[in-house]
């Protein structure tokens, strides 16, 4: 049995075919799944951590797989530290209900939620509230991927972590990636496949690295539009504002619909949570105490 010191720590850029492209910081790895691993159908999965046993020309065998910090299932990327949440603010609008469910999602996933609001060049004054409201209870970049405004301040936030893009089509998602990584030369709409090497499915996610540090994975399969599966108690857990009034709510496990004495909308009334943010709580608690009811 191979000790410890002959094993080398890396991380799984790809899994394909069978193979699994391992990065140690220095040297990239073509490897196969040891037997044993094979046969107890461990899952390898891009974000993994491994420990591989070195072989000859850059080959090796994968003996271990490290515990994972957090999955995303759709599709499957093991150990995200964050996801980029990408919509534009013109070109198409903006849709906050859409917002709101990558959001819930995410956390839903134990993943941190960054917001980045793209083509501001082509912002109104409408879309700038939009943008302050969010600013309340998440991180928010306001971006430009035609004159490049806003993405340095993004790259610095993806440094030293595993971030996945998300977002609709059309706001920009591609057009930004091309920024973050100098050279690739992709016309928009083409990153997702050749970066991927061919049609994405959830098996061949690659996680590409970033000049300035970290790795990245455009993900066109986290664009669920489906409310995820959670009880409509928990629904006020993703909505951060709202946490710190919990305690002060009449009733313990308050919905902050239509209790009496619920602290959530006394902040509302006051101009201390928005109030869009708040009706589009209500949407979804309706939606699921609808899916409840049958």
């Known amino acids: 049995m191979d000790s410890p010191d002959n094993l080398v720590e890396g991380l799984v850029l790809k899994a394909y075919g069978g193979f699994y492209y391992v990065h140690d910081g220095k040297t990239q790895w073509e490897c196969s799944l040891r037997g044993r691993l094979r046969h107890e159908k461990q899952q390898v999965l891009a974000g993994d951590r491994v420990q591989l046993r070195p072989g000859s020309e850059h080959t090796g065998v994968v003996e271990k797989v490290l515990p994972r ?16 949440i990408v919509f534009s603010l013109r070109e198409p609008d903006p849709s906050p209900g859409l917002l709101e469910r990558f959001l819930i999602t995410a956390k839903l996933n134990f993943i941190e939620p960054l917001i980045c609001f793209n083509k501001v060049d082509l912002t109104r004054e409408a879309q700038i509230e939009l943008v302050s409201r969010y600013q309340r209870a998440y991180p ?34 591609s057009s930004i990636l091309n920024i973050l990584i100098p050279g690739v030369g992709l016309r928009t709409g083409e990153v997702s496949a ?3 090497g061919g049609r994405h499915t959830t098996r061949h996610v690659q ?8 790795f990245v994975a455009d993900t066109p399969g986290f664009t669920s539009l489906d409310l995820p599966d959670i009880k409509p108690e928990e629904l006020p857990g993703f909505f951060p504002e709202m946490e ?26 006051a101009g201390r949570i928005g109030e869009a943010r708040y009706r589009q709580y209500v ?9 409840r009811r049958y």
Not at 207 to 214: A, D, F, Q, T, V
């Open 207 to 214: 996680l590409i690295s970033l000049p300035s540090g970290g």
């Open 283 to 291: 949407e979804f608690l309706e939606e699921l105490m609808d899916r």
């Open 69 to 84: 910090r957090s999955l995303l299932k759709r599709p499957a990327v093991a150990n995200v530290d964050q996801a980029v």
């Open 140 to 173: 928010v970049f306001v971006t430009s991927a035609r004159t490049g405004e806003g993405v340095d301040r993004l790259r610095e936030s993806l440094a030293g972590k595993i971030s996945v893009f998300a977002g609709p089509s059309g706001v920009g998602k």
């Open 194 to 196: 050749k970066l991927k």
């Open 244 to 269: 710190e009034y919990n305690h002060e709510c009449y009733f313990s496990g308050c919905l902050h619909f239509k209790e009496p004495g619920c602290a959530v909308r006394k902040a509302v009334e």
